[in-house]
Protein backbone atom coordinates (compact mmCIF):
# COMPACT_ATOMS: atom_id res chain seq x y z
CA UNK A 1 0.00 0.00 0.00
CA UNK A 2 3.32 2.06 0.10
CA UNK A 3 3.14 2.92 -3.53
CA UNK A 4 -0.60 3.90 -3.52
CA UNK A 5 -0.41 7.83 -2.86
CA UNK A 6 2.39 7.64 -5.52
CA UNK A 7 0.76 6.34 -7.67
CA UNK A 8 -2.04 8.22 -6.88
CA UNK A 9 -0.42 11.39 -7.76
CA UNK A 10 0.37 10.31 -10.64
CA UNK A 11 -2.87 9.17 -11.79
CA UNK A 12 -3.71 12.87 -10.86
CA UNK A 13 -1.72 14.55 -12.88
CA UNK A 14 -2.12 12.30 -15.58
CA UNK A 15 -5.63 13.73 -15.89
CA UNK A 16 -4.31 17.13 -15.31
CA UNK A 17 -2.12 16.92 -18.19
CA UNK A 18 -5.36 15.33 -20.38
CA UNK A 19 -7.49 18.15 -19.43
CA UNK A 20 -5.21 21.01 -20.41
CA UNK A 21 -4.22 18.58 -23.76
CA UNK A 22 -7.86 18.50 -24.23
CA UNK A 23 -8.85 22.16 -23.53
CA UNK A 24 -5.70 23.30 -25.81
CA UNK A 25 -6.85 21.07 -28.90
CA UNK A 26 -9.89 23.86 -28.87
CA UNK A 27 -13.11 23.01 -28.64
CA UNK A 28 -15.06 25.94 -28.04
CA UNK A 29 -18.45 25.83 -27.20
CA UNK A 30 -20.74 28.91 -27.02
CA UNK A 31 -22.28 28.50 -23.92
CA UNK A 32 -19.51 28.50 -22.31
CA UNK A 33 -19.03 32.36 -23.87
CA UNK A 34 -22.17 33.22 -22.59
CA UNK A 35 -24.33 32.77 -25.68
CA UNK A 36 -27.78 31.86 -24.97
CA UNK A 37 -30.20 29.77 -27.42
CA UNK A 38 -33.31 31.53 -26.53
CA UNK A 39 -33.68 33.41 -29.12
CA UNK A 40 -34.30 36.85 -27.46
CA UNK A 41 -30.52 37.14 -25.80
CA UNK A 42 -27.94 38.75 -28.03
CA UNK A 43 -24.99 35.95 -28.38
CA UNK A 44 -22.94 38.35 -30.80
CA UNK A 45 -20.48 39.24 -28.19
CA UNK A 46 -20.22 35.57 -27.10
CA UNK A 47 -19.92 34.00 -30.36
CA UNK A 48 -17.18 36.84 -30.92
CA UNK A 49 -14.89 35.57 -27.91
CA UNK A 50 -15.57 32.14 -29.16
CA UNK A 51 -14.04 32.64 -32.32
CA UNK A 52 -11.04 34.93 -30.84
CA UNK A 53 -9.98 31.57 -28.80
CA UNK A 54 -10.30 29.44 -32.05
CA UNK A 55 -8.57 31.72 -33.84
CA UNK A 56 -5.75 32.13 -31.40
CA UNK A 57 -5.36 28.38 -30.73
CA UNK A 58 -1.95 27.35 -31.77
CA UNK A 59 -3.69 23.36 -32.79
CA UNK A 60 -6.76 23.14 -34.75
CA UNK A 61 -10.02 24.23 -32.99
CA UNK A 62 -13.78 23.87 -33.01
CA UNK A 63 -16.15 26.19 -32.08
CA UNK A 64 -19.80 24.20 -31.41
CA UNK A 65 -22.94 26.34 -31.26
CA UNK A 66 -25.53 23.24 -29.76
CA UNK A 67 -29.13 23.23 -29.90
CA UNK A 68 -31.11 26.37 -29.72
CA UNK A 69 -31.62 29.51 -31.58
CA UNK A 70 -29.32 31.93 -31.10
CA UNK A 71 -29.94 35.29 -32.14
CA UNK A 72 -26.87 37.37 -33.61
CA UNK A 73 -26.61 40.67 -35.20
CA UNK A 74 -23.92 41.45 -37.66
CA UNK A 75 -20.85 39.87 -37.39
CA UNK A 76 -17.28 39.47 -38.55
CA UNK A 77 -15.15 36.32 -38.52
CA UNK A 78 -11.85 37.47 -38.89
CA UNK A 79 -8.45 36.27 -39.87
CA UNK A 80 -5.94 34.77 -40.80
CA UNK A 81 -6.02 32.78 -37.59
CA UNK A 82 -3.32 30.57 -36.41
CA UNK A 83 -4.43 27.00 -37.34
CA UNK A 84 -7.36 25.99 -38.82
CA UNK A 85 -11.57 26.22 -37.47
CA UNK A 86 -14.10 24.21 -37.91
CA UNK A 87 -17.91 25.86 -37.26
CA UNK A 88 -20.29 22.99 -36.06
CA UNK A 89 -23.36 23.74 -35.79
CA UNK A 90 -26.36 21.93 -34.10
CA UNK A 91 -29.08 25.05 -33.89
CA UNK A 92 -30.04 27.34 -35.71
CA UNK A 93 -28.70 31.19 -36.09
CA UNK A 94 -31.34 33.71 -36.31
CA UNK A 95 -30.69 37.38 -37.35
CA UNK A 96 -32.87 40.24 -35.75
CA UNK A 97 -36.28 40.16 -37.54
CA UNK A 98 -36.60 44.26 -38.06
CA UNK A 99 -34.90 45.38 -41.01
CA UNK A 100 -33.06 47.89 -39.69
CA UNK A 101 -31.61 46.43 -37.01
CA UNK A 102 -28.29 45.51 -39.66
CA UNK A 103 -28.20 49.34 -40.61
CA UNK A 104 -26.65 49.69 -43.95
CA UNK A 105 -24.46 46.71 -43.77
CA UNK A 106 -23.83 44.36 -46.38
CA UNK A 107 -23.05 41.56 -44.56
CA UNK A 108 -24.94 39.34 -41.66
CA UNK A 109 -22.21 36.80 -40.92
CA UNK A 110 -19.14 37.83 -42.64
CA UNK A 111 -16.47 35.62 -42.91
CA UNK A 112 -12.84 38.17 -44.05
CA UNK A 113 -9.58 36.83 -45.12
CA UNK A 114 -9.57 33.07 -43.36
CA UNK A 115 -8.16 30.04 -44.18
CA UNK A 116 -8.81 26.72 -43.84
CA UNK A 117 -12.79 27.23 -41.94
CA UNK A 118 -15.51 24.41 -42.41
CA UNK A 119 -19.24 25.49 -41.49
CA UNK A 120 -20.37 22.25 -40.55
CA UNK A 121 -24.57 21.63 -40.14
CA UNK A 122 -26.85 23.68 -38.71
CA UNK A 123 -29.41 26.32 -39.78
CA UNK A 124 -29.15 30.34 -40.46
CA UNK A 125 -32.78 32.15 -40.62
CA UNK A 126 -32.09 35.11 -42.07
CA UNK A 127 -35.52 36.58 -40.98
CA UNK A 128 -35.89 38.37 -44.19
CA UNK A 129 -39.50 39.12 -44.36
CA UNK A 130 -39.75 42.66 -42.86
CA UNK A 131 -36.64 43.51 -45.44
CA UNK A 132 -38.37 42.34 -48.17
CA UNK A 133 -42.13 44.00 -47.71
CA UNK A 134 -39.32 47.22 -47.10
CA UNK A 135 -38.13 46.25 -50.51
CA UNK A 136 -41.64 45.36 -52.20
CA UNK A 137 -43.03 48.76 -50.65
CA UNK A 138 -40.62 50.85 -52.75
CA UNK A 139 -39.62 52.77 -49.78
CA UNK A 140 -35.85 53.56 -49.45
CA UNK A 141 -34.43 50.59 -47.93
CA UNK A 142 -30.69 49.52 -46.92
CA UNK A 143 -28.81 47.49 -48.89
CA UNK A 144 -29.72 44.46 -47.62
CA UNK A 145 -27.28 41.88 -46.39
CA UNK A 146 -26.90 37.80 -47.77
CA UNK A 147 -26.81 35.52 -44.66
CA UNK A 148 -23.49 33.97 -44.78
CA UNK A 149 -20.54 36.04 -46.96
CA UNK A 150 -17.06 34.70 -47.11
CA UNK A 151 -14.79 37.50 -48.55
CA UNK A 152 -10.59 37.15 -49.29
CA UNK A 153 -11.02 33.23 -48.11
CA UNK A 154 -9.38 30.29 -48.72
CA UNK A 155 -9.45 26.66 -48.32
CA UNK A 156 -13.33 26.39 -47.15
CA UNK A 157 -15.78 23.94 -47.11
CA UNK A 158 -19.61 24.74 -46.21
CA UNK A 159 -21.15 21.63 -45.85
CA UNK A 160 -24.82 20.46 -44.47
CA UNK A 161 -26.08 24.10 -43.70
CA UNK A 162 -29.79 25.40 -44.39
CA UNK A 163 -30.30 28.49 -44.61
CA UNK A 164 -33.65 30.46 -44.84
CA UNK A 165 -35.59 33.40 -45.28
CA UNK A 166 -32.45 35.51 -45.92
CA UNK A 167 -32.62 39.01 -46.51
CA UNK A 168 -30.74 38.92 -49.54
CA UNK A 169 -28.28 36.38 -51.11
CA UNK A 170 -27.94 33.11 -48.54
CA UNK A 171 -24.52 32.77 -49.51
CA UNK A 172 -21.82 34.59 -51.04
CA UNK A 173 -18.43 33.79 -52.31
CA UNK A 174 -16.46 36.91 -53.13
CA UNK A 175 -12.47 36.97 -53.76
CA UNK A 176 -12.02 33.15 -52.66
CA UNK A 177 -9.85 30.15 -53.79
CA UNK A 178 -10.48 26.49 -52.90
CA UNK A 179 -14.06 26.62 -51.77
CA UNK A 180 -16.49 23.50 -51.30
CA UNK A 181 -20.12 24.23 -50.95
CA UNK A 182 -21.80 20.80 -50.25
CA UNK A 183 -25.38 19.59 -49.45
CA UNK A 184 -26.61 23.00 -48.19
CA UNK A 185 -30.58 24.27 -48.98
CA UNK A 186 -31.38 27.87 -49.02
CA UNK A 187 -34.68 28.77 -49.16
CA UNK A 188 -37.07 31.94 -49.85
CA UNK A 189 -40.24 32.16 -50.92
CA UNK A 190 -40.98 32.73 -54.44
CA UNK A 191 -41.65 36.20 -54.56
CA UNK A 192 -38.33 37.24 -52.13
CA UNK A 193 -36.97 40.17 -53.54
CA UNK A 194 -33.15 39.49 -54.34
CA UNK A 195 -33.18 36.15 -51.97
CA UNK A 196 -30.27 34.82 -54.76
CA UNK A 197 -29.36 31.17 -53.32
CA UNK A 198 -25.40 31.39 -54.32
CA UNK A 199 -23.25 33.81 -55.46
CA UNK A 200 -20.02 33.70 -56.50
CA UNK A 201 -17.62 36.20 -57.85
CA UNK A 202 -13.96 36.68 -58.28
CA UNK A 203 -12.92 33.43 -57.14
CA UNK A 204 -10.99 30.58 -58.74
CA UNK A 205 -11.69 26.65 -57.70
CA UNK A 206 -15.19 26.70 -56.49
CA UNK A 207 -17.29 23.60 -56.02
CA UNK A 208 -21.30 23.66 -55.41
CA UNK A 209 -22.26 19.37 -55.16
CA UNK A 210 -26.18 18.25 -53.59
CA UNK A 211 -27.26 21.73 -53.39
CA UNK A 212 -31.40 22.23 -53.09
CA UNK A 213 -32.02 25.88 -54.29
CA UNK A 214 -35.63 27.54 -53.85
CA UNK A 215 -35.43 31.36 -53.80
CA UNK A 216 -36.96 34.24 -55.08
CA UNK A 217 -33.98 35.44 -57.32
CA UNK A 218 -31.14 33.26 -58.63
CA UNK A 219 -30.56 29.74 -57.71
CA UNK A 220 -27.01 30.09 -58.51
CA UNK A 221 -25.70 33.57 -59.70
CA UNK A 222 -21.79 33.77 -61.13
CA UNK A 223 -20.71 37.12 -61.42
CA UNK A 224 -16.67 38.67 -63.21
CA UNK A 225 -13.89 37.10 -62.39
CA UNK A 226 -15.15 33.73 -61.82
CA UNK A 227 -12.81 30.42 -62.74
CA UNK A 228 -12.80 27.20 -62.18
CA UNK A 229 -16.51 26.89 -60.77
CA UNK A 230 -17.79 22.92 -60.80
CA UNK A 231 -21.20 22.18 -60.02
CA UNK A 232 -23.08 19.00 -59.35
CA UNK A 233 -26.34 17.76 -58.38
CA UNK A 234 -28.24 20.69 -57.67
CA UNK A 235 -32.12 21.39 -57.43
CA UNK A 236 -33.03 24.62 -58.63
CA UNK A 237 -36.56 26.00 -58.51
CA UNK A 238 -38.59 28.11 -57.40
CA UNK A 239 -36.43 30.76 -58.07
CA UNK A 240 -34.35 32.27 -61.92
CA UNK A 241 -32.26 29.58 -62.76
CA UNK A 242 -28.51 29.18 -62.89
CA UNK A 243 -27.15 32.69 -64.35
CA UNK A 244 -24.18 33.43 -65.65
CA UNK A 245 -24.24 37.05 -65.02
CA UNK A 246 -25.39 39.95 -65.07
CA UNK A 247 -22.13 40.98 -66.72
CA UNK A 248 -20.66 43.83 -68.86
CA UNK A 249 -21.42 46.57 -66.69
CA UNK A 250 -18.24 47.77 -66.24
CA UNK A 251 -15.55 48.54 -69.50
CA UNK A 252 -13.15 47.25 -67.36
CA UNK A 253 -14.34 44.20 -66.41
CA UNK A 254 -12.91 40.85 -65.40
CA UNK A 255 -14.34 37.32 -67.20
CA UNK A 256 -15.86 34.28 -66.37
CA UNK A 257 -13.94 31.00 -67.64
CA UNK A 258 -14.22 27.23 -66.81
CA UNK A 259 -17.77 26.90 -65.63
CA UNK A 260 -19.34 23.26 -65.72
CA UNK A 261 -22.90 22.28 -64.12
CA UNK A 262 -23.86 18.65 -64.84
CA UNK A 263 -26.49 16.83 -63.69
CA UNK A 264 -29.22 19.21 -62.45
CA UNK A 265 -33.27 19.41 -61.91
CA UNK A 266 -35.17 22.77 -62.61
CA UNK A 267 -38.46 23.10 -61.27
CA UNK A 268 -41.23 25.35 -62.10
CA UNK A 269 -38.23 28.08 -62.36
CA UNK A 270 -38.12 31.57 -64.79
CA UNK A 271 -34.92 30.31 -66.06
CA UNK A 272 -32.85 26.77 -66.48
CA UNK A 273 -29.30 27.98 -67.72
CA UNK A 274 -28.88 31.66 -68.73
CA UNK A 275 -26.39 34.13 -69.66
CA UNK A 276 -26.98 37.31 -69.16
CA UNK A 277 -24.88 40.99 -70.02
CA UNK A 278 -25.67 44.42 -70.22
CA UNK A 279 -25.48 46.42 -73.73
CA UNK A 280 -23.05 48.00 -72.79
CA UNK A 281 -19.18 48.54 -73.96
CA UNK A 282 -16.98 46.03 -71.73
CA UNK A 283 -13.64 44.10 -72.03
CA UNK A 284 -15.27 41.34 -70.28
CA UNK A 285 -15.67 38.02 -71.71
CA UNK A 286 -17.61 34.11 -71.12
CA UNK A 287 -15.71 31.29 -72.34
CA UNK A 288 -15.22 27.50 -71.90
CA UNK A 289 -18.29 26.60 -70.54
CA UNK A 290 -20.43 23.11 -70.22
CA UNK A 291 -23.66 22.05 -69.40
CA UNK A 292 -24.77 18.69 -69.26
CA UNK A 293 -27.31 16.76 -68.34
CA UNK A 294 -30.13 19.05 -67.22
CA UNK A 295 -33.78 18.32 -66.74
CA UNK A 296 -36.20 21.04 -66.88
CA UNK A 297 -39.62 20.65 -65.42
CA UNK A 298 -41.72 23.48 -66.69
CA UNK A 299 -39.19 26.09 -67.06
CA UNK A 300 -40.16 29.43 -68.40
CA UNK A 301 -36.99 30.23 -70.52
CA UNK A 302 -34.67 26.85 -70.20
CA UNK A 303 -31.85 28.19 -72.24
CA UNK A 304 -31.48 31.69 -72.66
CA UNK A 305 -28.19 34.08 -74.19
CA UNK A 306 -29.35 37.67 -73.23
CA UNK A 307 -26.79 40.25 -74.48
CA UNK A 308 -29.52 43.24 -74.49
CA UNK A 309 -29.60 43.73 -70.66
CA UNK A 310 -30.77 47.23 -69.86
CA UNK A 311 -33.41 48.03 -67.32
CA UNK A 312 -35.79 50.88 -68.12
CA UNK A 313 -33.28 51.43 -71.14
CA UNK A 314 -30.75 53.56 -69.02
CA UNK A 315 -27.19 53.60 -68.81
CA UNK A 316 -26.74 51.64 -72.51
CA UNK A 317 -24.46 54.44 -74.64
CA UNK A 318 -24.34 52.04 -77.75
CA UNK A 319 -27.04 49.20 -76.60
CA UNK A 320 -24.40 46.49 -77.35
CA UNK A 321 -22.23 44.47 -75.24
CA UNK A 322 -18.87 44.39 -75.64
CA UNK A 323 -18.39 40.77 -73.51
CA UNK A 324 -17.45 38.07 -76.28
CA UNK A 325 -19.04 34.81 -75.49
CA UNK A 326 -17.67 31.69 -76.86
CA UNK A 327 -16.99 28.17 -76.63
CA UNK A 328 -20.21 27.34 -74.87
CA UNK A 329 -21.95 23.41 -74.89
CA UNK A 330 -25.17 22.04 -74.24
CA UNK A 331 -25.40 19.14 -74.25
CA UNK A 332 -28.30 16.36 -72.87
CA UNK A 333 -30.79 18.96 -72.01
CA UNK A 334 -34.24 17.61 -72.07
CA UNK A 335 -38.11 18.37 -70.05
CA UNK A 336 -40.67 20.69 -70.53
CA UNK A 337 -40.69 24.36 -71.22
CA UNK A 338 -43.44 26.31 -70.03
CA UNK A 339 -43.06 28.49 -72.86
CA UNK A 340 -42.90 28.32 -76.78
CA UNK A 341 -39.21 29.32 -76.88
CA UNK A 342 -37.05 27.26 -75.03
CA UNK A 343 -33.85 28.31 -76.25
CA UNK A 344 -32.93 31.55 -77.34
CA UNK A 345 -29.57 33.07 -77.95
CA UNK A 346 -29.94 36.98 -78.59
CA UNK A 347 -26.41 38.16 -78.86
CA UNK A 348 -24.34 41.62 -79.41
CA UNK A 349 -23.94 42.64 -83.18
CA UNK A 350 -20.61 43.36 -81.75
CA UNK A 351 -19.42 40.78 -80.30
CA UNK A 352 -21.73 37.83 -81.73
CA UNK A 353 -21.40 34.57 -79.77
CA UNK A 354 -19.18 32.14 -81.35
CA UNK A 355 -18.18 28.21 -81.32
CA UNK A 356 -21.81 27.41 -79.13
CA UNK A 357 -22.62 23.71 -79.34
CA UNK A 358 -26.03 21.84 -79.04
CA UNK A 359 -26.09 18.26 -78.31
CA UNK A 360 -28.86 16.06 -77.82
CA UNK A 361 -31.72 18.70 -76.63
CA UNK A 362 -34.96 17.93 -76.03
CA UNK A 363 -37.74 20.48 -74.78
CA UNK A 364 -41.33 19.85 -75.30
CA UNK A 365 -43.50 22.92 -74.94
CA UNK A 366 -47.27 21.58 -74.82
CA UNK A 367 -46.16 17.99 -76.17
CA UNK A 368 -44.93 19.81 -79.50
CA UNK A 369 -41.19 20.97 -79.87
CA UNK A 370 -40.56 24.23 -78.74
CA UNK A 371 -39.08 26.72 -81.00
CA UNK A 372 -36.10 28.47 -80.59
CA UNK A 373 -34.53 32.25 -81.22
CA UNK A 374 -31.24 33.09 -82.76
CA UNK A 375 -29.22 36.74 -83.41
CA UNK A 376 -25.48 37.10 -83.52
CA UNK A 377 -24.38 33.73 -83.18
CA UNK A 378 -22.70 30.85 -84.26
CA UNK A 379 -22.33 27.47 -83.58
CA UNK A 380 -22.73 23.95 -84.34
CA UNK A 381 -25.28 21.67 -83.41
CA UNK A 382 -24.92 17.53 -82.90
CA UNK A 383 -27.64 14.50 -82.10
CA UNK A 384 -31.43 15.21 -81.38
CA UNK A 385 -33.04 18.44 -81.53
CA UNK A 386 -36.06 19.82 -80.26
CA UNK A 387 -35.99 22.70 -80.43
CA UNK A 388 -34.33 22.78 -84.03
CA UNK A 389 -31.00 24.68 -83.70
CA UNK A 390 -31.35 28.16 -85.51
CA UNK A 391 -27.84 29.03 -85.48
CA UNK A 392 -25.87 29.58 -88.60
C1 LIG B 1 -11.47 23.82 -65.07
O1 LIG B 1 -12.08 23.73 -63.82
C2 LIG B 1 -11.92 22.47 -63.20
C3 LIG B 1 -12.70 22.53 -61.93
O2 LIG B 1 -14.05 22.59 -62.25
C4 LIG B 1 -10.48 22.19 -62.96
O3 LIG B 1 -10.31 20.91 -62.39
C5 LIG B 1 -9.72 22.27 -64.26
O4 LIG B 1 -8.34 22.12 -64.03
C6 LIG B 1 -9.98 23.60 -64.93
N1 LIG B 1 -9.35 23.62 -66.24
C7 LIG B 1 -8.49 24.55 -66.59
C8 LIG B 1 -7.94 24.43 -67.98
O5 LIG B 1 -8.10 25.43 -65.83
Redesign the pocket.
Known amino acids: MANFPFFSTHFCLLLITLFFKASNAGNYNVLSFGAKGNERTDSTVPFLKAWASACNSPTPSTIYVPKGRFLIKGIVFKGPCKNQITFRIDGTVVAPSDYRALGNSDSWILFSKVNKVSVVGGTLDGKGASYWACKTSGKNCPVGAPSMTFNWANNIVISGLTSINSRQTHLVINGCNNVVVQNVKAIAPDQSPNTDGIHVQTSK?V?IIGCTLQTGDDCVSIGPGTY???MTNLKCGPGHGVSIGSLGKELKEAGVQ?I?LKNAIFSGSDNGIRIKTWARPSKGFVRNIVFDNLIMNNVENPIVIDQHYCPDNKGCPRQNSGVQISKVTYRNIRGTSATLEAVSFDCSITNPCTDIKLQDIKLLYKNKAATSYCKNVRGSSTGILMPRSCML
Do not use: H
Request: charged share 0%; net charge neutral.
Open positions: GTNLFNT
